[in-house]
């Protein structure tokens, strides 16, 4: 037989019980919703009934944390839970005596809940908001009022001025309060600081003297604390001021800084000459030239460079119209270089690269020669041996083969 598991039963401790219908008569908000929970709970397990509709809460705000089982903190309380169960008119708070009160609008509460069941709870929240609008001097616009039951952002960019009304009416200070013991050990390090002052300001002593006069003055602070070591401001103040006798007598007795050398300035560069700015404009109309040709510029920082110093060379070595010349032969007949796929890479260091086999290809041309390899394919090695020398070359490799015929023969 299968036994059935027993119910959960949980040890004894706070709760908080969230329902959909107080979710929706809060429009949603969080933080105000379980506010609006635990207080009702205090009304629905209270004793007293409600006066005139109004049931008053008097808890500090740590209660009302753990009323909600740490679901929220102190600042979302005060910044959006109180100043929305305000705005709705469930809720309003009171301070006496440097307490707060919470009264609780159980009829208005009672009457969002009925108009829940009923289903005509935006236009009984519109109707519920309206008068709170104006009693915290809250303007909205038309479209913001005709929406207003069903989006509560519009609300919670109101919240910050029902806070600042809050602080005013009920004068309750928040914050720690300031301890006597703080004041007074500030007082002590004033009075201090003025001692301190006016003693560096009159003293002439030497070194040794100052450092003297400091080691007896702190041992009779030492000698005063020791009467009273349960005291935790004396002790600060003492250290406080030993740090400072000891950082004043520091002060004169430190040696000042050697001099910091003076930064040299480095010249100026001279201005171009006439000569340099006509030479670094035809490199420019040079550079254009290739970048033109080759149909494309270069990006990469270090082929701009080495273009540049390539450019600044062949202004150098030969007039432009050799170099049109040297381009045009590479583009059209060089072995490598006059291929479709190399002819638009074709700069400024391929032209210096190539310039002198190319300077003499061409001078060989206007002389009537056409030497081996001279329309761009590169030249056998046969063709760069005389005539002469390859019939030697041939007779010598005829006799080799013949010998070595006769000696395989012989070993047969």
């Known amino acids: 037989m299968t036994q059935t598991p027993k119910r959960t039963q949980y040890p004894q401790g706070r709760m908080l019980v969230i329902r959909d219908c107080m979710k929706d008569i809060c429009m949603g908000n969080s933080a105000a919703t379980k506010l609006l929970c635990a207080l009702m709970y205090w009304y629905d397990h209270s004793k007293s009934d409600a006066i005139n509709g109004v049931f008053t809460v008097k808890r500090t705000q740590a209660d009302l944390i753990s009323d909600m089982c740490e679901e929220t903190n102190v600042t979302t309380l005060h910044s959006v839970a109180i100043p929305f169960l305000q705005l709705l008119g469930y809720l309003d708070i009171e301070g006496k005596d440097g307490t707060l009160r919470y009264l609780i609008h159980v009829d208005m509460v009672h009457a969002a809940l009925e108009a829940y069941t009923h289903e005509t709870l935006p236009t009984f929240l519109l109707g519920a908001i309206q008068p709170q609008l104006q009693k915290f001097g809250i303007e909205l616009t038309e479209d913001e009022l005709q929406f207003i039951g069903f989006n509560s952002k519009i609300l919670e960019k109101q919240l910050q001025k029902i806070v600042i009304s809050n602080k005013e009416n009920c004068n309750c200070k928040r914050g720690r309060k300031p301890r006597p013991e703080a004041a007074q050990e500030e007082e002590m390090q004033t009075t201090e600081n003025r001692e301190t002052i006016r003693e560096n300001s009159n003293r002439e002593d030497s070194c040794d003297a100052a450092s ?106 030969y007039t432009d119209e050799q170099i049109a010349k040297i381009r045009e032969y590479l583009f059209n007949k060089h072995w490598r270089y006059s291929k479709p ?22 001078k060989n041309a206007s002389n009537g020669h056409s030497p081996p390899g001279s329309n761009g394919a590169k030249p056998r090695p046969s063709a760069l041996v005389s005539e002469e020398q390859a019939a030697k070359n041939k007779a010598r490799l005829y006799a080799a083969a013949a010998a070595k015929q006769a000696e395989k023969a012989g070993g047969q």
Request: net charge positive; hydrophobic share 35%.
């Open 341 to 362: 796929d190399n002819r638009y890479t074709i700069g400024g260091q391929i032209i210096l690269d190539e310039a002198g086999n190319v300077q003499q290809i061409l």
């Open 212 to 317: 003297a006069d400091i080691t007896g003055d702190i041992e009779i602070h030492i000698s005063e604390v020791s009467q009273d070591e349960d005291n935790p401001q004396k002790r600060r103040a003492f250290m406080a001021y030993a740090r400072r006798r000891v950082a004043a007598a520091n002060k004169k007795t430190r040696p000042k800084p050697a001099p910091s050398k003076p930064v040299e300035k480095k010249p100026a560069k001279p201005e171009p000459t006439p000569e340099e700015q006509a030479f670094q404009a035809r490199c420019s109309a040079l550079q254009a030239q290739i970048n033109e040709w080759r149909g494309w510029t270069l990006t990469h920082k270090g082929q701009i460079i080495n273009e540049r110093k390539a450019i600044r060379t062949l202004a150098e070595t």
